[in-house]
């Protein structure tokens, strides 16, 4: 090597491709139970009925969306065969949309054709419920809206409205479905009970995925991702108990064994091993953490910093006054006035949410009273690397 020069080794991978994101499986595995029920609940749209209206909850990277396209899809193509069913599935991700009246404008536009799309303002809200409902009138049959992140419409109108749009005489020609996909367990419950009653007419929770399932996940991609034997075996074990351990996130899993991929590629070898897997789960931590705390002020990854000092030296879990002095040292090394232990106590939690350090409260009762104990959660030298990146220097 040495002059750079590009070409292609054609070795680990067959099809890198199927190990990201987009790609979508034609068969979901590993998922049967909740396959069950939301094929049940989609059940009276193929008997000509009105839809119910379904609800999805499983935490991040359990297949909720893969699920519904794999249903969806199925459901089309049984729906074209049946005279008189009239299928139409509009799915959008409430992701950056944030209001029922931004979610509104986009499943309009998602409805009406390039050339007569509306704008994020200007309309009254009322005006644009009927503009939506004027389009599914017009579309007609059976239409399934899906609304995919729909916690993050902080406002419960649309969620109101829609569900209950033929009850209510909004729209008179079609049979409306909504389903609804959240990964915040708390969102539900936040509901006001007459909103939860109609949009959550039919459940289906996803649960995390443990090893056994990963495994079949992984061994789905790897005929396709990967050439003939390149994985020694043990690593799509590796990979399947790290993501069972890492909340069961399927997503998390197929990142990793691609990234161990990436690592053999790059150090040509000619199959994947254990080694490979290690590695990569470190990179993908550090990764984490420099994610996590890029967007940081200085002060937040001074304390982040001042805690791996104190996990070096063997002291932690510790007490938010005990991370103040070296935290006071460091402040003081880089030339920052440091700020006030309650803002290192919000750092903390901060950092607490985002999984890089855990923290756990202890209560003495009356005579010592209650404090929080501080430790690492991602391993030392993932947030060395991340704060380095970060920084240009290290602990
Ligand atoms: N059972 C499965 N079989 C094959 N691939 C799967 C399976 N479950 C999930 N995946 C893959 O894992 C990734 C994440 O899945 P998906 O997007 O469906 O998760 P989700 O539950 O919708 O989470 P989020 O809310 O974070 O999007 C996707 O790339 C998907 O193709």
Known sequence: MGDFSFEPTGRIFKEREALL???TPDKLVGRDTELQQYHAALQPVIEGETPSNIFLYGKSGVGKTAATRFLLNRLENSAEDIDGLDLHTVEINCDGLNSSYQTAVALVNELRDPANQISNTGYPQASVYQFLFDEIDSLG???????????????DSLLYKLPRARSNGDISNARLGVVGISNDLSFRNQLSSKVRSSLCE??????????TELVQVLRQRESVAFHDNVLEDGVIEVCAAYGAKDSGDARKA???LLESGDIAREENADVVIENHVTEARRRLQTDQVIEGISNYSQHGQLVLWALTLLEERGETPVRTREIREPYEVLCDREGYDPVSTRAVREYLAELETLGIISSTETNRGKSGGKFKEHELEQPISSVKAGLNELLGTSP
């Open 254 to 256: 197929l990142d990793l």
């Open 202 to 211: 039919k459940e289906v929770s996803f649960s995390a995925y443990d090893a």
């Open 141 to 155: 049959g059976t239409i399934l809206i899906v609304l995919d992140e729909v916690d993050h419409i902080q406002d």
């Open 21 to 23: 994101e987009e790609w």
